[in-house]
């Protein structure tokens, strides 16, 4: 049982020492979007209580790293959806999840995005969705960069004030915590369109 922790630390240290590490981060960033199913914070939160005088270029390689993904992943929702978007939604068993996204999506447009971008929803639903539909891609990135600057700036921050003790933390309170700030975030952008609506 201790040989994943002990292999997890090891590559962890290999990282850290590295003179790429945040193009390394911007990689995992970019794989963690498009397909891998492993949550990024686990990895994140110690390299950055051990690096916290680079806490901030790591937070923006990685988000960085998801946005180039998000733009990949909006290309193949509007070029090549019927092939390798279908198989993607296969593989990773989205179906019916991609399917209620696309509702979701229809009725609130930017809001959705940035919704998605921080629920623990898999974002390839949005990317491909918003590619699908023809959804303007410069909204489809600002939307991104928003939402996903909000989760991994707002991890550096919770390292840099409180250190490496916030990895507990998230491993407790991610899912409640990634509720209440989509939520909020979708109540606000809903806000900001109705208000929009009334001036315009």
């Not at 794989?31 to 390299?47: A, F, G, H, S």
């Not at 992943?73 to 696309?102: K, N, P």
């Not at 590619?131 to 921050?157: H, Q």
Request: charged share 10%; aromatic share 12%.
């Amino acid at each position: 049982m201790a040989i994943a922790p002990t292999r997890m630390k090891a590559w962890l240290e290999r990282i850290n020492g590295s003179r790429h590490m945040l193009w390394l981060l911007g990689v995992l960033s970019f794989l963690e979007t498009i397909i891998l199913p492993i949550p990024l914070e686990l990895m994140m939160i110690p390299l950055m209580a051990s690096n916290r005088p680079r806490i901030w270029h790591m937070a923006a390689a990685t988000t960085a790293g998801c946005l180039v993904a998000s733009l990949v992943g909006y290309g193949v929702g509007m070029l090549l959806f019927q092939t390798v978007g279908t198989w993607l939604v296969d593989v990773m068993g989205l179906q019916e999840s991609f399917r209620s996204f696309q509702t979701f999506f229809n009725q609130y447009g930017f809001a959705s995005i940035m919704a998605i971008g921080l629920l623990p929803i898999p974002f390839q639903i949005a990317m491909m969705t918003a590619g699908i539909s023809g959804y303007p891609i410069l909204l489809f990135a600002l939307a991104t960069l928003i939402a996903r600057g909000l989760r991994y700036f707002g991890l550096a921050w919770l390292v840099y004030r409180f250190g490496p003790g916030v990895l507990v933390l998230w491993k407790r309170h991610a899912m409640i915590t990634s509720l209440v700030g989509g939520v909020a975030v979708l109540l606000l952008a809903l806000g900001l369109q109705f208000l929009s609506g009334l001036i315009l």
